[in-house]
């Protein structure tokens, strides 16, 4: 009784090993196609709320971005709210430089935080649009491997 327990366990994890194998090919993905649409409009629309001078890491990262993605930067100042509003409507791309723990983070995909270069004890992160997996991905990637110039 116990081996064929064993062996229907064994198969199930096999076929679900399989359909992760067959279906993870194109994952992650992006809902409203950011990704594609960054490679094809060679565009990247970043917003940022914090003083210009706060963000010279963030910057050397978006910097870095657009070489990786082949693509021109177009940044646009503004409020939180405003910016988070123009990310939902897919005018920006991205966000950097949010604090961490935003009172937005409900409402946006966050990347993984990161020390602020100015106060060490308070993390930022960026942020795209909900459902843009890959995009939210490659930011990550970025951020984790990059070392800002």
């Not at 194109?26 to 196609?33: A, F, H, N, S, T």
């Not at 010279?56 to 990786?68: F, K």
């Amino acid at each position: 009784m116990m081996s064929r327990s064993l062996f229907t366990s064994a198969r199930m994890g096999f076929s679900l090993l399989c359909l992760c194998v067959l279906f993870g090919c194109e994952l992650p993905k992006d809902q409203r196609g950011t990704t594609e649409r960054i490679e094809l409009e060679s565009e990247i629309h970043a917003g940022y709320s914090a003083q210009a001078e706060e963000l010279a890491a963030e910057r050397a990262w978006l910097a870095a971005l657009g070489e990786r993605k082949d693509a021109r930067i177009e940044e646009m100042p503004g409020e939180a709210h405003e910016l988070v509003e123009a990310l939902r409507r897919g005018e920006i791309d991205l966000i950097m430089g949010m604090p961490a723990k935003s009172p937005f983070a409900t409402e946006v995909g966050l990347s993984r935080p990161y020390p602020n270069p100015q106060e060490r004890a308070q993390k930022r992160a960026w942020a795209v649009r909900p459902g843009e997996n890959a995009w939210l991905y490659e930011v990550d990637r970025l951020l984790m491997q990059e070392t800002p110039r």
